[in-house]
């Protein structure tokens, strides 16, 4: 708590200051002080590691599942979940320069580098983050993923069994998911399939943003949410997202099932 008030206090006097943690004690354990740090406008840059269920073997006590739940409700803060190493020094850097309160955060695991159909890195020589932005993984008409962090690899072993069976979706990776990109919102909507897919509390995070544009914007395509149900056990990451149908298999069968309501054969 100490070390949370501290470096708010320290960005709003010419010191650049990061506050790196776990995420249990960098966003839950000191919520007070970053609410604090809100109301007075400091310049804190809040980093943290072992997010979700990520977290893996240190269990339910460690496995910050609610970052989106509890840092959305202060009014100055932004929150980037990046996809990949890559987009993570951007993003890191994108957040030095840039006046205000940021939370950029990921998971536990050595997370691969996300690279375009062609084998080359999305994220790459060239790219510059842009806070909002939501970044076309993949293409596809027959449905949209919207997923972040972790998951983003994840989904696109998905589409590579999706696409063996004749099906193809946009995997979108959505670095900002407090701050939708409407845009891409209503071009995902309009293939008629939006599922969110994310290693966050169902009800508190990429889904909810999603379904509350969804309703603000009027647009109605079937959605499906994916994310966690319970507090999770103590096991490898993938063992613990199967264990809540968040593997890229389950991602397959939910996509194929939503498609079969919406398409007679």
Known sequence: HSTAIIAGALSVNEVLTFFADFGVFGVDETFNQHRLSDINGTNLKLVCTHLGLDVGE????????????????LFGFK??????????????????????????????????????????????????????????????????VLTMGPMVYRAVKAWEMLKQRGVEVKILNVPCPVDLDRDALKEAAGTGLVVTYEDHHI??????????????????????????????GSGKPDELFSSQGLSPEDLVRVVLESLELRRPY
């Open 203 to 232: 009800d508190t995070g990429l889904g909810a943003s999603v379904a509350l544009a969804l309703a603000d914007e009027g647009l109605s395509p079937k959605f499906v949410r994916m994310g966690i149900r319970s507090y999770g």
């Open 58 to 73: 240190d269990g339910k006590t460690h496995q910050c599942t609610d970052y989106l739940g509890v840092l959305r409700n």
């Open 79 to 144: 929150i980037i979940i990046p996809a990949d190493p890559n987009q993570t020094d951007r993003a890191v850097r994108y957040v030095a320069r840039t006046p205000g309160n940021f939370l950029v955060g990921m998971g536990r695991s050595k997370t691969p580098v996300i690279t375009d159909e062609e084998g080359r890195p999305l994220f790459g020589e060239g790219y510059e983050f842009e806070y909002g932005r939501v970044d076309l993984v993949r293409e596809g008409e027959d449905g949209a």
